[in-house]
């Protein structure tokens, strides 16, 4: 079993601890990974292995979309304590833990938003999402908060060809193209983890974001 020290920069370890601790004993933390030796590799490695990428390591104004427990972004965020992390999540009860995870972590530079992130108007240069959606969704989610040259990172498994070619057509559509789909060992045993990259290479149409839950409900592609 991996430790904190194994897998975080070391003035990430005490405040993803206690980040650790609260998820473990904090009824309303979204995940069922509570176990803090577990929740190392499932949660922060798994995180954590987007920092080999440089557009993750020198991002600046990140948009973790649909955060849940708080996983990718409450990792990031204490490991690039030089950017700022913006929690996008809808449920107003995930947000109230989220406040409680950034008070325990002492992280200075996270702020829990309460919206859909259709609603969301900030401009990263990074966005994350773990979890959230399928490919086509996630573009769509991610576009219209980039600045041409602003990348969207999506923690994947096992991703279908279909989903991969749907991905690229609605990609293709908000202005994003895939650069780059790397595969990620986070932990051992670790099956078909991947980061998918996208880059913004042209505005995104003035029709985006959509209205609320069309992404999901007509998905572009
Ligand atoms: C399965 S959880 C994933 C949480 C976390 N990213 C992870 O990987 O552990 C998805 C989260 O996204 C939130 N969510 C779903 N659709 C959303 C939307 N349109 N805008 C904001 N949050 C959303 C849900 O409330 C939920 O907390």
């Not at 078909?192 to 409900?217: I, S």
Request: hydrophobic share 50%; with cysteine.
């Amino acid at each position: 079993m991996k430790h904190l020290e194994d897998v975080a920069p070391a003035h990430a370890v005490e405040p993803l601890a206690r980040i650790l601790e609260l998820q473990a004993t904090d009824p309303t933390a979204s995940t069922t990974v509570r176990d803090p030796g577990e929740a190392v590799g499932r949660h922060v490695a798994d995180s954590l292995t987007a920092l080999a990428l440089p557009v993750v390591a020198s991002a600046r104004r990140i948009a973790d979309l649909g955060s849940g427990a708080g996983w990718p972004g409450l990792a990031l965020a204490a490991a690039l304590p030089d950017a700022h992390v913006w929690l996008i999540e809808s449920a107003i009860r995930h947000c109230r833990y989220l406040e409680r995870a950034v008070e325990v972590g002492e992280l200075a530079n996270v702020t829990v938003v309460h919206a859909r992130v259709e609603e969301w108007s900030g401009e990263h240069d990074l966005v994350t999402a773990r979890a959230l959606a399928a490919l086509p969704v996630l573009v769509e989610y991610a576009a219209p908060l980039l600045p041409i040259g602003g990348h969207f990172v999506g923690w994947k498994g096992a991703v279908s060809p279909e989903e991969a070619a749907a991905g690229a057509k609605a990609a293709a559509i908000v202005g994003l193209e895939s650069t780059a789909v790397v595969p990620v060992v986070p932990y051992a045993g670790a099956r078909d983890h991947t980061l998918h990259v996208f880059r913004k290479v042209a505005e995104t149409p003035e029709r985006f974001p959509r209205r609320a839950g069309m992404a999901t409900k007509r998905p572009l592609a």
